[in-house]
């Protein structure tokens, strides 16, 4: 009899043993944000910017940006050929995204906006760099949802997160 239960025991304590293990390794991959404490800067690409009942979100896959030496060493880390080819990153950047977890933050209302560039007439000709131009949040979310001049979801933004909330976007030019 004794057998028998210890039989039942030990595949129980591996099965709860192995669910601890799941259950840890799960932490990492939640998509929503949390509240702290701390400011955060990530640079990110938007795939979404909304506003529901009022309170504007914007759905986020950050990335990791490279310019200039840092650019070209991971370049070469990455790519040996290409960069050996080519002698250093494209453009002197070079963009890693590896995680493929998108995260959605609340946008404060009087979140900062910074444009390199952006549409401001509704003509291809008419489009030109102004250089850390200042533009309303509700500007940019008009922009944003606007895809037939230029699509700013293709541009990188460096992101300032304070208490788990946007407070301040900056686009990143590409070339």
Known sequence: M???KSAYVLPVVVLLFLSLITSASTI???????????????TVYFHTIESDHGKLSGTTDEINWYQGADADRIFAERDPEAAAEIGGAPDSYYIVNDVDTLTTYPIADN????????DH???????DINW?????LQQFMDQ???????DLSQFPYHITIQDGVITSIVQQYIP
Request: aromatic fraction near 6%.
């Open 28 to 42: 990492g991959t939640r998509v929503d944000a949390q509240d702290s404490d701390k400011t955060q800067h990530q």
């Open 132 to 136: 850390n131009e200042s533009i309303t």
């Open 2 to 4: 004794f057998k028998k």
């Open 121 to 127: 007439t509704g003509n291809m000709d008419d489009l």
């Open 144 to 150: 944003f949802n606007k895809t037939d001049v230029i």
């Open 111 to 118: 979140a900062t906006v910074t444009m390199q560039i952006f």
